[in-house]
């Protein structure tokens, strides 16, 4: 299974919104609504933010938005905060027999 | 919220078996609305999903195609607790792994673990 595409890095001043792409193929994020968000700051496990494409678990700021169009499912942060500085994968279910794929990571830089 | 804790040696000799144990809390083993899963990530690279068992009414595994060969999951519900089997070790099996619990109604990876940093060196 291939891999999913983001971009490397992405940057914003506090106040502002950014938006981060994650691309797939027809075998995951065009064929199924099951995208997940992950956010990764240093030396920590990778916590959840958005799953099923839009939806929030409990306790993230609806600062955090999540979309999806085609083969490829979006991640926005609007109303960026110092503490928004992280990594950012994003993951998606698959056909096939591996139960999910991962991007390899968007670093967002606060300025 | 479910709780994991991985265990394990920190430095794999070349060639050797890898041995992980997730020990978990604040929820049983035997329910059926998780994958207990492996995932592992090299220093400054995605994660990589790498197998899960199933415990519900019947047990179950699953693993990544690129290590089928090479890892086993199982599941000791008396203990609760979780573990993987990576054999034939390489450094490019060098990496921080995590278990994690999936979410399989909504597909998501739930809870994680706070990881354990394994080296594969001599």
């Known amino acids: 299974q291939s891999a999913l595409t983001q971009p490397p890095s992405v940057s914003g001043f506090p106040g502002q919104s950014v938006t981060i792409s994650c691309t797939g193929t027809r075998v995951d994020i065009g064929n199924y609504n099951r995208v997940s968000w992950y956010q990764q700051s240093p030396g920590t496990a990778p916590k959840l933010i958005i799953y099923?494409?839009?939806n929030r678990p409990s306790g993230v700021p609806d600062r955090f938005s999540g979309s999806k169009s085609g083969n490829t499912a979006s991640l926005t942060i609007s109303g960026l905060q110092a503490e928004d500085e992280a990594d950012y994968y994003c993951?998606?279910?698959?056909?096939?027999?591996?139960?999910?794929?991962f991007g390899g990571g968007t670093k967002l830089t606060v300025l | 919220q479910v709780h994991l804790q991985e265990s394990g040696p920190g430095l794999v000799e070349p060639s050797q078996t890898l041995s992980l144990t997730c020990t978990v809390s604040?929820?049983?083993?035997?329910?059926?609305?998780?994958?207990w899963s492996w995932i592992r990530q090299p220093a400054g690279k995605r994660p990589e999903w790498i197998g899960r068992i199933y415990t519900g009414e019947s047990e179950s595994t699953s693993y990544s195609p690129s290590l089928r060969s090479r890892v086993t999951i199982s599941a000791d519900r008396s203990k609760n607790q979780f573990s993987l089997r990576l054999t034939s070790v390489a450094a490019t099996d060098t990496a921080v792994y995590y278990c994690v619990t999936y979410n399989w109604r909504d597909y998501y990876f739930q809870s994680w673990g706070q990881g354990t940093l394994v080296t594969v060196s001599s």
């Open positions: 099923g494409v839009k």
């Open positions: 993951s998606s279910y698959t056909s096939g027999n591996t139960l999910a794929v």
């Open positions: 604040g929820g049983s083993i035997s329910s059926d609305n998780y994958y």
